[in-house]
């Protein structure tokens, strides 16, 4: 092999091993989630036996799993025991608030695998390969899975959200929360103020969970639910604020324009749409997790993206909006884009 | 999310996400070299239209996926236009001789992907959950697939194996290649030296494969086949030198020293075994490459794994070789044992 880059870096084909077998680290978090293997070692005190016992699972197999989740930076090992890095103890332990695990059930849904085995003809045809609309296909089932297993991850963005979005505000507003989900952003506005109402928008099936965290979060009473499509129902209002948090993205800018203008005509004079958004750099290409989620638009969808921010504000502007302000959220992937109406 | 580690830096929960999404970047390879994709890079201009009009794909699909490349790694974009890094260049163009993408068809293969859809079994049971011996089943034909795909991979460790066992040795000499596949091993060894004469020894189908690269290498003269099993065939020999590469990680301890024993018992005085591996560290966890093949052997066959240097020092010695060596090969993954019969 030669020895140099023009760099002076040695020359090897290690990133293209990884990403060849990438998959596998995949396949191993998950394993690992199914197998409690963060829980075990979490309580410690992290020697094989006791984490395969926990697992009810083989020491070879338990040995060569969690040294593979170790190269994968998943946990440590130090003098033949497992422990957590700071990230596994936070995000994977479910002793921890802030775990993560249950998204597992969401991103391994075959709805969302099965594209990935048909990547070619995905970018050949420039579309899903899943039936209809993909996944916003009306009354998609993933989508109660996704209310019910992503909250953790989005749970974060809310507080930061609801702070943006309320700007100190403390007297009655209205607020309606679109493809709300879980509900934890309409929530959160709602915990923040005391005296904010909100609507959320989604299919039935998702709305009951969003209702059963607005029952959990103590804000039930001040929370309505509006059931159907949010191209196809009647939003009500006007409202003092719309929520549009991880939506946009499924669909072309066109659709992304007609629905924006039917959201600024649900506003009152001097309301607020706030959309929730993977917002990759003009390059495309940065930072990592906004840029790499194009591609699960491209596997899921007939014609979503990851959109820039240029993308956005013009679709703001198209639909009427001004004053068109990106608040991307520290230590995450998002971004919040705030348009006035 | 709190806002720092115990190190200072800011607990985010990437790696996580990387994981969880990392079968992507598998997928994403495959369709770029299903495509065509790096070809089209290479010949430039590397603008998004005629990148697309290579692949015969949509513009949408395959604008998203070279930006999945570059945030993999395996692309560079500047000015909108994509374009090689030295990796991509050197590793992934179909122009390049040392191109390793028919690695993907080894790879792809259901058996070797299926029993990362049931890790968490094959974790409990300890084993893989394909039928029989997994991948070691006799006459399994993922060997040729093997023989034919994987050789770019191998190619660039056969100069160094041929240096280390032939110490400059120009006289006759006869070699025994134990699981030859594409036969490079062997081949390298009779180019080095052209009084040696080299017997490979596979499944006969496999050894079809090695038999046209020797052709190729125009070593054909000197190249004899020896089809069959290594546990059941008889070796003949003498021989000077005895090759075992990427072999004994398929087995157990003590099918390995069973294996050795016969192995020494075909070494003529003075001579040696030459064991290509993938040698882990004795923490098991490092470097990345080697400590990851555990995980293929875990999920592959019933009791094989990435031995450690130790490990395989005790092996040959319960053998009966001594002056056991390591080399490992600059640059590459694999390392090579060297043990005196």
Wanted: proline fraction near 8%; charged fraction near 15%.
């Amino acid at each position: 092999m030669p020895s140099d880059t023009g760099s002076g870096a040695a020359l090897t084909p290690t990133i293209v091993f990884e990403n060849l077998q990438a998959h596998q680290r995949t396949a191993a978090l998950k394993a690992a989630i199914e197998l409690d293997i963060f829980r075990a070692v979490g309580q410690g005190p992290g020697d094989l036996a006791s984490i395969a016992s926990h697992a009810k699972a083989s020491e070879r197999g338990t040995r060569i799993l969690c040294d593979f989740l170790v190269v994968n930076g998943l946990l440590e090992k130090a003098d033949g025991r497992y422990r957590h890095t700071p990230s596994s103890a936070a995000f994977l332990d479910p002793a921890s608030p802030m775990c993560l695990a249950s998204m597992m059930h969401f991103l391994s849904l075959p709805t969302l695998r099965e594209p990935f085995e048909h990547l070619a003809d995905v970018v050949r045809n420039g579309r899903t390969v899943l039936p209809g609309e993909g996944t916003v296909e009306p009354d998609n089932p993933i989508w109660v899975t996704f209310a019910q297993s992503m909250a953790p991850m989005m749970a974060p963005l809310a507080g930061p959200l609801g702070q943006i979005v309320l700007q100190g505000e403390t007297g009655p507003m209205r607020v309606l929360d679109i493809a709300c989900g879980h509900g934890l952003f309409g929530i959160e506005v709602a915990k923040q103020n005391p005296q904010a109402h909100v609507t959320g928008l989604d299919w039935l099936p998702v709305l009951r969970v969003a209702i059963e965290n607005a029952r959990k979060a103590g804000v039930q009473d001040r929370y309505d639910m509006l059931p159907g499509s949010a191209f196809d129902v009647q939003f009500g209002g006007p409202y003092d604020a719309i929520l549009l948090t991880n939506f946009l993205h499924h669909f072309d800018i066109d659709t992304c324009v007609t629905l924006l203008k039917k959201v600024r005509a649900s506003i009152k004079p001097g309301g607020c749409a706030a959309t929730l958004e993977f917002v990759p750099n003009e390059d495309r290409v940065s930072p990592p997790m906004p840029a790499a989620f194009a591609m699960t638009m491209l596997t899921s969808t007939v014609a979503g993206d990851a959109y820039t921010f240029k993308e956005l504000a013009q679709m703001h502007t198209k639909a009427g909006f001004h004053d068109i302000v990106a608040h991307p959220i520290p230590q995450s992937p998002h971004t919040i884009v705030m348009a006035q109406a």
